[in-house]
T-cell receptor, first 110, second 113 residues
Framework: GEDVEQSLFLSVREGDSSVINCTYT??????LYWYKQEPGAGLQLLTY?????DMKQDQRLTVLLNKKDKHLSLRIADTQTGDSAIYFC??????????FGAGTRLTVKP | ETGVTQTPRHLVMGMTNKKSLKCEQH?????MYWYKQSAKKPLELMFV???????ENNSVPSRFSPECPNSSHLFLHLHTLQPEDSALYLC????????????FGEGSRLTVL
């Protein structure tokens, strides 16, 4: 497909792990990103992964990349209420543009 | 000062008005971007400027007119907009246009009546 696809909603309990999935479009994309948008704010880069990597871990965040299936996931361990936000998957597919998914709204319940 | 600052944060305008959105970055970056974020579509790139020259215009209607007077400032001039142009307009900057991180402003929420 031509769109970066993400499920729109995810709800988890505080302390559980969250997994947000994304399917991107271009197998030649060099960088893949996860951005976080809190209410009333712009997008903030959480982490990114280069396409020759399978996994990247950064504290509570784990990014998994399956190039064959063009599938990217973000796992948040020990999810906190402060993690409630919209998470955007994005691919850089040429030097001028990044293609974003529609965003997954993560709700963390106490 | 924050990295990327956008003003105004909220704007309500009629279809016959002319207004401008302003973006300022304090990061020393040389590329700046306008994105549109609406409820119905993913983030859409509108314009890209690198070293104050426009390098990308993704078929944006002429009622949106960008201006980049220097590498720190970016404007989006608006005139005769339509209600469907109501959206959050996000400015971003980066160092070069390569794989580096985009730094976003908090956005200008535009409502067209």
């Amino acid at each position: 497909g031509e769109d970066v696809e993400q499920s729109l909603f995810l709800s988890v309990r505080e302390g559980d792990s969250s997994v947000i999935n994304c399917t991107y479009t271009d197998s030649s994309s060099t960088y893949l990103y996860w951005y976080k948008q809190e209410p009333g704010a712009g997008l903030q880069l959480l982490t990114y992964i280069f396409s020759n990597m399978d996994m990247k871990q950064d504290q509570r965040l784990t990014v998994l990349l399956n190039k064959k299936d063009k599938h990217l996931s973000l796992r948040i361990a020990d999810t906190q209420t402060g993690d409630s936000a919209i998470y955007f998957c994005a691919e850089r597919w040429n030097n001028n543009d990044m293609r974003f998914g529609a965003g997954t709204r993560l709700t963390v319940k106490p | 000062e924050t990295g990327v600052t956008q003003t105004p944060r909220h704007l309500v305008m009629g279809m016959t008005n002319k207004k401008s959105l302003k973006c300022e970055q304090h990061l020393g970056h040389n590329a700046m971007y306008w994105y549109k974020q609406s409820a119905k579509k993913p983030l859409e790139l509108m314009f890209v400027y690198s070293l104050e020259e426009r390098v990308e215009n993704n078929s944006v209607p002429s009622r949106f007119s960008p201006e980049c007077p220097n590498s720190s400032h970016l404007f989006l001039h608006l005139h005769t907009l339509q209600p469907e142009d109501s959206a959050l307009y996000l400015c971003a900057s980066s160092q070069d246009m390569g794989p580096g991180e985009l730094f976003f402003g908090e956005g200008s929420r535009l409502t067209v009546l």
